[in-house]
């Protein structure tokens, strides 16, 4: 399913011609690994940073210390954060962000295990924060996640541009 859909995000891209890029925390350069593994990549794929630690996310995506402060590394307003800082980068028209726990620890009451946040960005400056909950082990989640990015991309880009 998933290679499907990165090949159908990519021939879409193509199609509407839109930059992606990314920065992924719990997916670990998944969703990147997916996008790259189409041919035809290199026309639409222009970056993908791993921001696994918060001084990434500050120093790479601009993420306020104060949002990590106050809201954690996995939540909405740090994903909204990470796309942001995405869409400060020249050419890109799409983007997206994810941070989440793929366990096997890490959870708090608030934030279990699968908890992903999801962030989109859209070239008129729109960004669309989505939250999922995924079951499973840590490489499930993981797989999970990537996969629904990719769908849920495809989505936003069909209703959107």
């Not at 890490?106 to 070239?123: C, E, H, M, Q």
Request: proline content about 2%; charged content about 20%; aromatic content about 6%.
């Amino acid at each position: 399913m998933s290679s499907n859909d990165a090949n159908k995000l990519i021939n879409i891209c193509i199609k509407k011609k839109l930059r992606i890029n990314l920065a992924e925390s719990c997916t670990g350069g998944l969703i990147c690994s997916k996008i790259v593994s189409v041919s035809n990549a290199s026309k639409v794929f222009e970056l993908g940073f791993i921001t696994y630690s918060n001084a990434s996310k500050i120093k790479l995506l601009g993420v306020p210390t104060n949002i990590l402060s106050n809201h954690g590394a996995v939540s909405k307003e740090t994903a909204y954060h990470m796309a942001k800082g995405l869409s400060k980068l020249k050419n890109i028209d799409f983007s997206i962000a994810t941070t989440g726990i793929a366990g096997p620890s890490g959870a708090t009451p608030d934030k279990p295990i699968g908890l992903v946040y999801f962030s989109f960005y859209l070239r008129d400056n729109q960004i669309i924060v989505d939250k999922k909950v995924f079951k499973g082990d840590r490489n499930l989640i993981r797989e999970k996640a990537a996969d629904y990015a990719l769908s849920k991309s495809i989505k936003i880009i069909e209703s959107n541009v």
